[in-house]
C-alpha cells in the first residue's frame, strides 16, 4: 500500500514563527502536493511538484513556500505564520499522468496563537 | 475552466437507506473521475475512479458510473451502515498543466444514525 507520512498530526505555533511541515512518499510518485482543508472551503491547493527542486503555485500559495530537496520529501514553509493560517493540511503524492489517482497523507492540524 | 460541482450536505440517512451523492462536472476533453472519503480525523482516501464513459467505479458497496452525456458522475449505495458516516469528495483529473492534478468538489458530510 501507499504510504504518505507526514510528520505531525498536531502542531501549536506562534505568530510571526517560522513552521517546516513536512511530508514523505514511499511509492517513488513524481508529483506531490500541499492543500490546506477549511470548512466550508473544501480543499485548495497551495503548492505542487512534478520533480525533484521543482515547484509550481497552486490556488493559494500567499504567505507559503515549498521545497522539495529530494523525490521521496516534500515540505511547506510557512515564512512567518499568522493566525489565519490555522488549518489542517494535506499533504498528497501521485504517478505522473492525467488519471493517476493522489494518495493522501493523515493531515496535520495547525494552530497559530 | 474545469469545475466539480456536488450536493451540499449535510446529508443524514437511517442506517440501511439508500445513499446519492450527486456530483457533476465542467472539463475539456476526457477527464478521470473520482470518489474520495474522508473519515473524521484522518486524511482523504480514495473510494472508486473511472477513466472513460460508461466506465462504472465500484468498491464497499459504493458505486458511480461516469456518464459523458449528463456529465455525471453520482456516488450510490444501496445499503448505508454507521461506518459509512464521512464526507465524500468528489474530483476530476484534468490535463494541461502538471499532469495529475485533480479538481476537488466541496464535499458532502455524511451522518447515518442507526
Known amino acids: 500500500d501507499v504510504k504518505v507520512t507526514q510528520s505531525s498530526r498536531y502542531l501549536v505555533k506562534r505568530t510571526g514563527e517560522k513552521v517546516f511541515l513536512e511530508c514523505v512518499q514511499d511509492m517513488d510518485h513524481e508529483n506531490m502536493f500541499w492543500y490546506r482543508q477549511d470548512p466550508g472551503l473544501g480543499l485548495r491547493l497551495i503548492y505542487f511538484?512534478?520533480?525533484?527542486?521543482?515547484?509550481e503555485k497552486g490556488d493559494i500559495p500567499e504567505g507559503y513556500s515549498v521545497s522539495r530537496e529530494k523525490k521521496e520529501r516534500f515540505s511547506l514553509i510557512l515564512e512567518s505564520a499568522s493566525t489565519n493560517q490555522t488549518s489542517m493540511y494535506l499533504c498528497?503524492?501521485?504517478?505522473f499522468g492525467v488519471g493517476q489517482p493522489q494518495h493522501f497523507g493523515d493531515g496535520t492540524r495547525l494552530s497559530i496563537l | 475552466g474545469d469545475s466539480v460541482t456536488q450536493m451540499e450536505g449535510p446529508v443524514t440517512l437511517s442506517e440501511e437507506a439508500f445513499l446519492t451523492i450527486n456530483c457533476t462536472y465542467t472539463a475539456t476533453g476526457y477527464p478521470s473521475l473520482f470518489w474520495y472519503v474522508q473519515y473524521p480525523g484522518e486524511g482523504l482516501q480514495l473510494l472508486l475512479k473511472a477513466t472513460k464513459a460508461d466506465d462504472k467505479g465500484s468498491n464497499k458497496g459504493f458505486e458511480a458510473t461516469y456518464r459523458k452525456e449528463t456529465t455525471s458522475f453520482h456516488l450510490e449505495k444501496g445499503s448505508v451502515q454507521v461506518s459509512d458516516s464521512a464526507v465524500y469528495f468528489c474530483a476530476l483529473g484534468v490535463y494541461g498543466g502538471s499532469q495529475g492534478n485533480l479538481i476537488f468538489g466541496k464535499g458532502t458530510k455524511l451522518s447515518v444514525k442507526p
Open positions: 498528497a503524492s501521485s504517478f
Open positions: 511538484s512534478y520533480d525533484v527542486k521543482m515547484k
